[in-house]
Nanobody, 121 residues
Framework: QVQLVESGGGLVQPGGSLSVSCAAS????????MGWYRQAPGKQGELVAR???????NYADSVEGRFTISRDNAKSTVYLQMNSLKAEDTAVYSC???????????????WGQGTQVTVSS
């Protein structure tokens, strides 16, 4: 099995910065991609940012230029640095990883438990 453990998050004022991280552990052969999704109350979940194993990244339009995703492959950890935060960034942020548990297996999605990010004065 694979576990994703998130850390970070919390309360920050508008315009402030916050970072979250997610470490994968368990039966990992390789990780194809890691990313962050978020869901605000009453809204549909959305992809915030994703990084694949060649280093390529993609971001939601709403966070482009403000958020930065990075990855430490040796630690199987993904980071999300969030700057210039806005009230509309308030949501539960969940980590996702597409993991192969063996050389012959197809990637399977795993999820963290989610961490609350609240942007409020």
């Amino acid at each position: 099995q694979v576990q994703l453990v998130e850390s970070g998050g919390g309360l920050v004022q508008p315009g402030g910065s916050l970072s979250v991280s997610c470490a994968a552990s368990g039966s990992i052969f390789s990780i194809n991609s890691m990313g962050w999704y978020r869901q605000a109350p009453g809204k549909q979940g959305e992809l915030v940012a994703r990084i694949i194993n060649n280093g390529s990244t993609n971001y939601a339009d709403s966070v482009e230029g403000r958020f930065t995703i990075s990855r430490d492959n040796a630690k199987s950890t993904v980071y999300l640095q969030m700057n210039s935060l806005k009230a509309e960034d308030t949501a539960v942020y969940s980590c996702n990883a597409a993991v192969r548990t063996a050389w012959y297996s197809r990637p399977k999605d795993y999820w963290g438990q989610g961490t609350q990010v609240t942007v409020s004065s």
